[in-house]
């Protein structure tokens, strides 16, 4: 993984999101997870764990041919290495920016040749970032939208509680700006 993927990787993520350097519960270790020459395999179950989500988005992944070179048992069962649990980390990070299944194959396709498409991913990923940008502030004027309707309805309560005239709503228009 490159220095760029490692860093949008990386990310400030609340505890049940998937992190860059967090490794999968070693006491949920199955039989597929044993230590193989050196080389630590994880079963589909423990990336379910890890990752928050169910067996068939795994596959999806690997079918979109977003996650590859995925080992199998002599049963057939998949099994995960430390390099798909990187893939995926960054699939989940891109996802969680909002990027399409689509941009998240053109990243990975112009990384695999970075020299010759430096631009296209950086053309891609300012895109998203300007489009995160325009969410946080919508996001944000949500928020005081929310903060300004629990101000005036904890006022309506404490008037209905106290037996006191009824707030006026413009009177909480101002409280719940920054």
Not at 20 to 29: L, M, R, S
Not at 36 to 42: L, S, T
Request: charged share 30%.
């Amino acid at each position: 993984m490159d220095v760029m993927t490692r860093a949008l990787v990386a990310r400030d993520a609340p505890g049940d999101a998937p992190q860059a350097d967090a490794q999968p519960n070693d006491a949920a270790t199955t039989d597929a997870g044993a230590d193989k020459g050196g080389m630590r395999e994880y079963s589909i179950q423990e990336m379910k764990r890890k990752f928050h989500m169910r067996a068939s988005a795994l596959r999806y992944y690997e079918e979109a041919g977003l996650l590859g070179d995925i080992g199998r048992t002599p049963n057939g069962q998949r099994l995960y290495t430390k390099a798909n649990i990187d893939r995926m980390e960054a699939i989940a990070c891109f996802k969680d920016a909002g990027m399409t299944i689509d941009e998240i194959k053109r990243f990975f396709d112009y990384e695999a040749d970075e020299g010759e498409h430096i631009m296209d991913m950086l053309a891609l990923l300012k895109h998203r970032q300007h489009a995160i940008e325009r969410q946080r502030v919508a996001l944000e004027k949500a928020y005081h939208h929310v903060l300004r309707k629990v101000r005036y309805y904890s006022a309506v309560n404490e008037s209905i509680v106290g037996g006191a005239p009824h707030p006026d709503w413009n009177d909480f228009e101002d409280e719940a700006r920054p």
